[in-house]
């Protein structure tokens, strides 16, 4: 099992930047890829961002491409998403999860995820 725990989130205004991260530890060896998702105030958990641990093939969520980037440091064992040009409909709890299973094209649906962080706040004020 591998534990993960975000931090970064808070406030920020529409237009401006965060960046999250996500420390990995427990069973990191197994780590095939990582992402991120986020639940807005009334909806279900949805995809944003992924990346495979070793080549660093990333994937995004159309409605966030161009404005966040996933990165990780695999000396670290640490997850990041650069969140740029904020709207507030990025409002949301942001959670990273961790992926131990080889083949799937993108890592961007909940079920391809075996474990997952607690989420942190992220507020976009108008």
């Known amino acids: 099992q591998v534990q993960l725990v975000e931090s970064g989130g808070g406030l920020v205004q529409a237009g401006g930047s965060l960046r999250l991260s996500c420390a990995a530890s427990?069973?990191?060896?197994?780590?095939?890829?990582m992402g991120w998702f986020r639940r807005a105030p009334g909806k279900e958990r949805e995809f944003v961002a992924s990346?495979?641990?070793?080549?660093?093939?990333?994937y995004y969520a159309d409605s966030v491409r161009g404005r966040f980037t996933i990165s990780r440091d695999k000396s670290k064992n640490t997850l990041y998403l650069q969140m740029s040009s904020q709207k507030p409909e990025d409002t949301a709890v942001y959670y990273c999860?961790?992926?131990?299973?080889?083949?799937?094209?993108?890592?961007?649906?909940?079920?391809?995820?075996?474990?997952w962080g607690q989420g942190t706040q992220v507020t976009v004020s108008s």
């Open positions: 427990g069973r990191t060896a197994n780590n095939l890829a």
């Open positions: 999860a961790a992926s131990s299973t080889l083949g799937y094209t993108h890592y961007d649906l909940i079920r391809e995820y075996d474990d």
């Open positions: 990346i495979t641990w070793f080549v660093a093939s990333t």
